[in-house]
């Protein structure tokens, strides 16, 4: 059966968010995960306790963090992932923004709230890709994807190590603000309706 051209258009403009997010989130995702024990070494020291249990509060934060997967895992069939994904992309913006200015308990705050995005932000791609291909283009665009993610992945780390080492603790901390911001700005352009893939003919 052939599509419509105006399905075809939106099937590609919704592909290209999935890839471009996808990258963006994978290399916000890995350094904030790399990072936060530094950030907590540097920004916590008002907070009475030993430099091992500040690192160790990464685990809390962590733990916490994942449960935002959850969260919107809940909400994703109820509001529909261009709703979710901005509330996501939009608390990282906001979040990751105010960070710079804050010390102790109040960033130990904010650090909670932005890796609940960022864990939380995970898995609307994968959802949006199950809803859009079927069959064996579903495992092809799968496979694409995660090529997408793990060669972000691979190159967050290098951008933040030089990006600290050249301006300080505050520049990775913009950086994050300016690609959750890159991230909000490409998924205010879904639709709110995703395409649904259409049934493979037995």
Request: hydrophobic residues 60%.
């Amino acid at each position: 059966m052939d599509v419509p051209a105006e399905v075809k258009a939106l099937l590609l403009r919704v592909s290209m968010i999935v890839f471009l997010t996808t990258a963006v989130s994978s290399s916000v995702f890995q350094s904030t995960t790399f990072a936060l024990p530094k950030v907590f070494e540097e920004r916590l020291s008002g907070i009475s306790v030993s430099a091992t249990a500040l690192r160790g509060l990464t685990f809390p934060v962590f733990t916490l963090g994942s449960m935002g997967q959850l969260v919107v895992g809940h909400f994703l069939d109820r509001l529909g992932p261009r709703t979710v994904f901005i509330a996501a992309a939009a608390a990282q913006v906001v979040f990751f923004a105010i960070m710079p200015g804050l010390a102790d308990w109040a960033a130990l705050a904010c650090a909670m709230a932005f890796m609940l995005a960022a864990f939380g932000q995970i898995p609307i791609n994968d959802f949006m890709i199950g809803r859009l291909a079927e069959g064996e283009w579903r495992a092809r665009i799968y496979g694409v994807r995660y090529v997408v993610s793990f060669t972000a992945l691979a190159a967050a780390l290098p951008l933040i190590a030089v990006v600290y080492e050249n301006w300080g603790f505050n520049a990775p901390l913009r950086l994050l603000a300016v690609s959750a911001a890159i991230i909000l700005g490409a998924v205010v352009m879904l639709p709110q309706r995703l395409p649904r893939a259409e049934p493979v003919a037995a």
